[in-house]
């Protein structure tokens, strides 16, 4: 177990799970699980950082270790906790920030698209986003962080900020690297394919969320924007419908998108588009029976949470001892 490399990943308990979340970041923790020190957080101070429903925020964060459990992520392989549990990532934050420019965090598209959409609150919060995104990664000296394509940029700059401290005094921190899948580090939205699916999409039809039933998913594939032409092929720059809809299939599947290719050559769209609508249901189906089974086991959760906190709140504190002490926090 000691000789295991350590691995670091989080969800926000905003809204509900795409697709594009399942795809981009758990599916590809279950693998790594068996082979790497796991540390799979619930990130509500994140999620804080657009205004949230109080009720609805508690009860997000039990349905996603709900989901990350049913999913297969294996408490007992990993540490499974909740981000606001381990007061040392907000203190973590508050030094690193003072080694990250504010010019830095305008630049980040994150940053701009969220200032956009919630024009009424650019709170500094969302601006210190990445910050506390670093903080998260670097207290646990993570050496990697399955993430989707859109945390490129966060990444980056955790490795940044990483870098600058070990320079300014002495080696502290692991320089963490991004694991991003070969197929379906970004699906796209199903109505405007040029576009990441996301869970706060404004067009719901977009969208397949984890909790959709089975007639609420081939519908939305049925609807699905596809391209001129009639062929099915991956060719993501002159068919990004169709291209996205193969990766969603030969993810959901388990078939290569050549393989998928192959199955569909000659058939028309709307065959296709049933054909990736069941995939999808087929897979999610067991998942959301095993999530709401586990959801009603209140105890449990709350004990796995309970070690989960335990065990993070013991290695993070060994990482910022280190840190306090390099910049020269007094201590008693
Ligand atoms: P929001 O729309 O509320 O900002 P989000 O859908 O981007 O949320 P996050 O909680 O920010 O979700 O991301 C959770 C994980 O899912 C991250 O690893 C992220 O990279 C991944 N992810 C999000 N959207 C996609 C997508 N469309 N394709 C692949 N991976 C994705
Ligand atoms: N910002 C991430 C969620 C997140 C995260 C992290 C991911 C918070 N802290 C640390 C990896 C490592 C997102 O996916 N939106």
Known sequence: MDDKKTLYSAIQPTN????????GAIKNWLNLQENYDCYFAIANMHAITVRQNPAELRQ???????????????????????????????ELCWVLNTFTYVGE???????????????????????????????????????????????????EIARDIAQRFNNAYTPTFTVPEGLYMKVGAKINDLQDPAKKMSKSAENPNGSVFLSDDRDTIIRKFKRAVTDSGSEIRFDPENKPGVSNLLTIYSVFSGKTVPEA????????????????????ADKLQPV???????????????????????????????TLGKVYKKIGFYQI
């Open 16 to 23: 509900n799970l795409t697709i594009g979340n399942y795809v």
């Open 105 to 155: 965090m305008e630049r980040m598209t994150q940053f701009k698209d969220k200032s956009a959409r919630h024009a009424e609150n650019v709170n500094m919060g969302l601006m210190d986003y990445p910050v506390l995104m670093a903080a998260d990664i670097l207290l646990y000296q993570a050496q990697f962080v399955p993430v989707g394509e859109d945390q490129r940029q966060h990444l």
């Open 60 to 90: 997000k964060t039990l349905a996603l270790l709900a989901l990350y459990i049913a999913c297969g992520i294996d408490p007992q392989k990993c540490c499974l906790y909740v981000q606001s549990h381990v007061p040392a990532h907000a």
């Open 288 to 318: 959301q029976r095993e999530q709401e089974k586990i959801l009603a086991d209140r105890e449990y959760l709350n004990a796995v949470l309970k070690s989960g906190a335990e065990r993070a709140a013991h290695i993070a504190a060994r």
């Open 261 to 280: 290719e192959a199955e569909f050559a000659g058939r028309g769209y709307g065959d296709f588009k049933l054909a990736v609508g069941e995939a999808v």
